[in-house]
């Protein structure tokens, strides 16, 4: 089958390698369609394995049953599923609190999580048992279901901090993860949201996803300009959806008092973000982490993406066969595309 395989930082080659075995109690997925991640980008673009490679990244995985094992008895030849790359052992600590998103059984956590820039998969029994794998309806494409990833982190965020009426929200990074955050803050109410970025293309685009201000930090200094489209409070939530600490320590600056701001982007490995203490102290402001989605989180997202009333289609501006990955990766840096997914049978 062919795959694109990961040998070393910004090394992705597109090569013939064997097909998977089916496992006796699990199947083997024929991979439709896959989407391009931020996250794929920094693991490709970075020595993210240490050495060790190859290597085969895509975690946004959909596609129909091709085989099944002797054993596996719920799916067939045929259906169309969505692997979660997330997995949940539902029995820990964190699970039992609710927030299966920390589970600390790190072995099922990760069953399934990626291989998925390749024209086959195989899929474990024991994946199949703990679940994180959503049948997908014969109406909607495979393109807009490989979307359920990459708004299940955005959905669970929101809902954690409860984003909604009558909120101005603060959105930091016009990448694909900041028009989903926008499309959604919408639908659940907020009243105002203000994108950030340095790259105006991306602000254009992102204009489309309910967006009502844009502010390129290019050229105009983003915390005064939040100041003064806030009436000189702040926003009510700020989100740092970027992989940049400068945006972090930005953020602290446009959230009102009693504020909310969210550390959503990963940022380079081992770097420290500067933050004015006194500000954080002074003005009570809360600061959150986010990463990853409950259980629960990760089923309503999925029903979400399929759902006509978010327009996931809309978010796929590059449909590409696998062997153009590297040219996926450009436009999605150089922010022509909002979402890249890719075709591993084009
Ligand atoms: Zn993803
Ligand atoms: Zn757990």
New binding site residues.
Partial sequence: MKAALMYGPNDIRVEEVARPQCPGDGLILKIMSV?L?G?DIRNLTTDSRKGNYPFIYG??IVGFVDEIGPSETRYQVGDRLFLFPGTYCMECDECVSGHSENCSDTAVAKLAGTGGFAQYVAVSGEKIRRGGIYEIPDDVSFDAASLG??LTSVFACLENVKVGYPDTLVIIGAGPIGCFMSQLAKIRGAQKVIMIDINESRLDMAKQFGVDITVNSSDTDPIEAIRKLTGGKGADKVISATPVNATQTQSIHMVKKGGLVVFFGGVPKGSMTELDCNLIHYNNIWIKGHFGASYSQSKRAFQLAISPSFPTEKFVTHVLPLDQITEGIQLTRTGEAIKVVLHPWD
């Fill in positions: 989407g991640c996250s975690h946004e990833e990459p």
